[in-house]
């Protein structure tokens, strides 16, 4: 199975930093990564899909580059509602897999 | 718009058996790829297994192949997830959640989830 591995862990920041996270995939696949948000005891929020496509309806604070094995997922000025949990999923081949997750508070 | 919702979970003992539906509205449910992805208390996302469209394939994640079974029912716009010999690790909140349907895969919604707990 195709291992994700998320960096850093969580990270502390400040209303209107710049954040970036990193998404490393044990072998390539392409472009085929998602990023999600999580905030607790909610559903998963479909932030970008195909690397770098921002979904509908989510401000393009957020964006995402990356092809291969190495991913970034990064958000230009934090705002307070962006304070959550984010994740990576590969569906490049299967089992599809998840990173273990980046949580960001509030520094 | 978009719905997926989930039955309700509960407590179920080791080795023992329980099925999760998921009930569709607000799209056309035959053309979607579903999944239904966990989360133990605590712990990261974890996904566990795919349905084509027509149901002819499926997949599954390591930890539950042989065990669950998924299934869909068309005519009843229903996920299914039939869990057999549960083990304690199996304990999380389950998650049924739509593909998108471009060529670029993700899952574009999700349930609200539910709870499910194994233990004696």
């Known amino acids: 199975a195709i291992q994700l591995t998320q960096s850093p862990s969580s990270l502390s920041a400040s209303v209107g930093d710049r954040v970036t996270i990193t998404c490393r995939a044990s072998q390539g696949i392409s472009s085929a990564l998602a990023w999600y948000q999580q905030k607790p005891g909610r559903a998963p929020k479909l932030l970008i899909y195909h690397a770098s496509i921002l979904e509908n309806g989510v401000p393009s604070r957020f964006s995402g580059s990356g092809s291969g094995t190495d991913f970034t997922l990064s958000i230009s000025r934090l705002q307070p509602e962006d304070f959550a949990t984010y994740y990576c999923q590969q569906f490049n081949s299967y089992p599809v897999t998840f990173g273990g997750g980046t949580k960001v508070d509030i520094k | 718009q978009v719905q997926l919702v989930e039955s309700r979970g509960g407590v179920v003992q080791p080795g023992r058996s329980l099925r999760l539906s998921c009930a569709a509205s607000?799209?056309?449910?035959?053309?979607?790829?579903m999944h239904w992805v966990r989360q133990a208390p605590g712990k990261g996302l974890e996904w566990v297994a795919l349905?084509?469209?027509?149901?002819?394939?499926?997949y599954y994640a390591d930890s539950v192949k042989g065990r669950f079974t998924i299934s869909r029912d068309n005519s009843k716009n229903t996920l299914y997830l039939q869990m057999d010999s549960l083990r304690t690790e199996d304990t999380a909140v389950y998650y049924c959640?739509?593909?998108?349907?471009?060529?670029?895969?993700?899952?574009?919604?999700w349930g609200q989830g539910t709870l499910v707990t194994v233990s004696s």
């Open positions: 959640a739509r593909e998108t349907i471009v060529a670029a895969r993700a899952h574009d919604f």
């Open positions: 349905i084509s469209f027509d149901g002819n394939n499926k």
């Open positions: 607000g799209f056309t449910f035959r053309t979607y790829v």
